[in-house]
């Protein structure tokens, strides 16, 4: 069953404007993590935001905030006022907290995001 | 910190031959993670390591695949034979054991196998 469903493949958003990049996860797990990274076309994997399951406040880095439904079980990813260099894959992705997977980190199909001037 | 180094960065060869992709994780990272990438299924965990031990191996995809961590500063991903199947992406990251938040990639090596 897939873990991380990010059903939007590709996205386009006007510069300057802010974007919500939707993902849902499965898990049974009480204590789990989730992450959000980015893929520019150069290639390189690019950690943006982390989100642990216990947290109460959403997180936050910059232009970049997840917004965490714990019982919709979505992670969803607000980039505001998007830049061209925005432009790139989003991978959202979950470390589940049991004992013998917690260092896995499974990730998503991603979303490609144009941003547009 | 110069962050997770991989090497080659691009790697052509011939089917059946023998590949090996090296990785050096940040310093003072005690786990290390292989990842392939590919367009059909995306990026996937092939093995960690934890202070050098091979922790869970179960993503890699058959015996052809072997990984050694030989000590903290060092890692090789073998391919023997390869197959124009195992073309691919593949990522070495690390992380700090008190930082289970955040995994650090390297830049990837882009395998072509024809």
């Known amino acids: 069953a897939q873990k991380i469903t990010q059903t939007q493949p590709g996205m386009f958003v006007q510069e300057k404007e802010a974007v919500t990049l939707d993902c849902t996860y499965d898990?049974?797990?009480?204590?789990?993590?989730l992450f959000w990274y980015k893929q520019p076309s150069s290639g390189e994997m690019i950690f943006l935001i982390y989100?642990?399951?216990?947290?109460?406040q959403n997180a936050t880095e910059g232009r970049y905030s997840l917004n965490f439904q714990k019982a919709r079980k979505s992670a969803n990813l607000v980039i505001s006022a998007s830049q061209l260099g925005d432009s790139a894959m989003y991978f959202c992705?979950?470390?589940?907290?049991?004992?013998?997977?917690?260092?896995?980190?499974?990730f998503g199909p991603g979303t490609s995001l144009s941003v547009i001037p | 910190d110069a962050g997770v180094i991989q090497s080659p960065r691009h790697e052509v060869t011939e089917m059946g031959q023998e590949v090996t992709l090296r990785c050096k994780p940040i310093s003072g990272h005690d786990y290390l993670f292989w990842y392939r990438q590919t367009m059909m299924r995306g990026l996937e965990l092939l093995i960690y390591f934890n202070n050098n031990v091979p922790i869970d191996d179960s993503g890699m995809p058959e015996d052809r695949f072997s990984a050694k961590m030989p000590n903290a500063s060092f890692s090789t991903l073998k391919i023997q034979p390869s197959e124009p199947r195992d073309s691919a992406v593949y990522f070495c990251a690390s992380r700090a054991w008190r930082d289970a938040d955040t995994q650090y990639f390297g830049p990837g090596t882009r395998l072509t196998v024809l």
């Open positions: 898990t049974s797990d009480q204590s789990y993590g």
């Open positions: 989100q642990g399951s216990y947290d109460e």
């Open positions: 992705a979950m470390r589940e907290g049991t004992k013998t997977s917690y260092d896995k980190v499974i």
